[in-house]
């Protein structure tokens, strides 16, 4: 597409009007119920589809398949994020009425990251297409690294804290308690940072390790930088209610890591082939239609299997709880 720079200042403003919205309704501390997660998620996926309609009508059928190809794939990625801000905000013991806040903080620190990461990748990609084989393999390897971590069962039980996390509150200070949704405090002649804010700064940094993979995977699908960013942006937004509406069914999505290194896998093949289409090979290419089917087909399956194997792991657990209720009940007697 050709994208003029009055159209990527209106998408901006537009984008930052709804941020803005979404903030003042959600000014005053709450616990966010699973109604006002669930309308709210609605609204946003409503919004995605009607600019994907919009980029459909003036954009063309390409860039309304890559827009929802890229949406819908950074979608599902965004969901394996919240595994770990459940882990965040278990380590920082962030209140629930605080905890909405917290999300939206720490979710526009990483739009903001991911926008720089874009526009990186954008000017990496233009000048040098050898890139797309370095993209393509590490999305190859990063899919069968989910596999081999969904393969051992085994779940990190608490988050660590990174480099540059560590060095802010060394340097700065932290709080010994929350203090509202302050950021800052005056302790002891000196000011300091809040839990609040290092809960924020965990959210934005932390997804940055997600945009290694998430980011490479859309430019496997567009190379536009424009729906790259939108459709970043519409998946992450709508990301702080969806962490309210299915909190409670993250457990259930037991297969969600096959899912997802499926996904990986097919476009980091499909950035191989074309890799070498544009080397001059001659190979088939996957067209935007059949990467759309492939991943929303994936997806379905995936939740599917899912929650199948959560129910009958249920049902055995209900089962052996039974069983066990009845040999205590046998030795009592």
């Known amino acids: 597409m050709n994208v003029s720079l009055a159209l990527w200042v209106l998408t901006i403003v537009g984008l930052c009007a709804l941020i803005a919205v979404d903030f003042i309704i959600g000014r005053k501390p709450h616990d966010v119920s699973v109604k006002e997660a669930g309308i709210w998620t609605i609204v946003w996926i409503v919004l995605a589809a009607l600019f994907g309609l919009g980029l459909l009508i003036w954009g063309g059928g390409q860039?309304?398949?890559?827009?929802f190809a890229g949406?819908?794939?950074e979608k599902s990625l965004s969901v394996d994020n919240l595994f770990v801000f459940v882990l965040i905000m278990a380590k920082f013991a962030v209140p629930?009425?605080?905890q909405q806040r917290v999300l939206l903080v720490g979710v526009l620190i990483a739009l903001v990251l991911r926008a720089i990461f874009i526009a990186a990748g954008a000017a990496i990609l233009a000048s040098f297409s050898w890139v797309f084989y370095l993209f393509g393999a590490f999305?190859?390897?990063t899919a069968w690294k989910l596999i081999q971590e969904a393969r051992t069962d085994e779940e990190d039980e608490?988050?660590?804290e990174n480099k540059l996390l560590k060095a802010a509150e060394r340097r700065f200070g932290v709080a010994d308690r929350y203090h509202g949704t302050k950021l800052w405090i005056e302790q002891n002649g000196k000011r300091v940072m809040t839990p609040m804010l290092v809960v924020m700064l965990a959210i934005g940094t932390t997804d940055?390790?997600?945009a290694l993979d998430s980011i490479p995977a859309i430019f496997g699908l567009t190379q536009d930088p424009y729906i790259?960013?939108?459709?970043n942006a519409f998946a992450l937004m709508g990301l702080r209610q969806l962490y309210f509406l299915i909190g409670g069914l993250l457990k259930k999505l037991v297969h969600l890591s096959y899912g997802l290194s499926i996904i990986l896998g097919f476009i980091g093949v499909k950035l191989v082939l074309h890799a070498l289409h544009e080397s001059g090979v001659h190979v088939p290419e996957i067209s935007i239609p059949v990467s759309?089917?492939?991943i929303c087909a994936v997806l379905v399956v995936t939740t599917i299997t899912s929650l199948r194997a959560s129910r009958k792991q249920a049902e055995a657990e209900a089962a052996a709880g039974r069983g066990e209720g009845s040999v205590k009940k046998d030795i009592d007697v």
């Open 63 to 67: 860039a309304g398949g890559e827009f």
């Open 71 to 73: 949406y819908i794939t």
């Open 96 to 98: 629930s009425q605080y």
């Open 139 to 141: 999305l190859i390897w």
């Open 158 to 160: 608490e988050y660590e």
């Open 208 to 210: 940055v390790l997600f």
């Open 228 to 231: 790259v960013f939108t459709a």
């Open 292 to 294: 759309l089917g492939v």
